[in-house]
């Protein structure tokens, strides 16, 4: 055997390692979760298993492919950054044309999936995040700091996608689900977004204000939605989703992370918005594992 020959299993298994990196698959796979979590509220815990699996797969597709076409539209950029240079299309590891089709096919098969096997409406929706991801969130990110807020509603929609899985509806109940999502993106962006204000520098992003070398507008902005989130997170009780025990739990993390918030906002350092970034990362999975204890069923 030739050490061409031998050597071709390491260059297809380095191939499907990169198409899964593209993926994003720790962001992908806690949209799902997300979805899904959301789908068992709006069923009352009555979530039967087709429709659950159904829901987590396609929004997981869909998600993939918004993902991996992010990567192509910002290849150029992501090969400027240090933290991004190392993905498949700036390491060289895929061609573009690659990325392009695959997130392309991805995200159709996505959305079909949600269309035929769920319902029309969730499928419109995950149609409606990659479209606010690609056509708002990242043209602006060059723009004006208002991106981040148009980041957001991408982020908040699997949420949204679960409810309307079960529902078949747009309503009060899934409203307060993409309000507690959204409010939940903002600190968790701009924690980031403060921790590489210089990387983004390098490439002309303005997902914070660049008059502002104090971080205290991003402080504040940090805080304010915080306090939105202690405001809404009590939302699924008050509309008699959840019960007691999620609303105290809810209150009580998300008053948890205010603090942690407040405490950046009084000398926004990288470690203080690192604290607020890992603090976004342990507050909405509480918050999802409150809502599944402690579901009303009906």
Known sequence: MTESTSSQPAR???RLRAYYELTKPGITGYVMISAGATAYVAAAGNLDMW?????????????????????????????????TRDRPLPSGRLK???????????????????????????????AASAAAYHLAYTPLKTRHHFATLAGGVPGAFPMLIGWTAVTSSIDPGGLVMFAIGYAWQLPHVLGLSWMLREDHARVGFKLIPSSDPQGKTVGRHMVAWLVILVLVSGGPTFLGLTGTVYLIGALG?????LIVGMGAARELTDKAARRVFFGSLLYHPAILVLMLLDTVRI
């Open 96 to 126: 573009p044309i690659e990325a392009k089709v695959f997130g392309i096919a991805l995200l159709v098969v996505g959305v079909a999936w949600l269309g035929y096997f769920v319902h029309w409406l969730p499928a419109a929706l995950a």
């Open 253 to 257: 993390v998300s008053t948890i992370y």
């Open 51 to 83: 429709t659950a699996i159904m829901t987590m797969g396609g929004t997981g597709a869909a998600t993939a492919g918004a993902l991996a076409l992010n990567q192509y539209v910002e290849r150029v950029v992501d090969g400027i950054m240090i933290r």
């Open 12 to 14: 297809g298994l380095s």
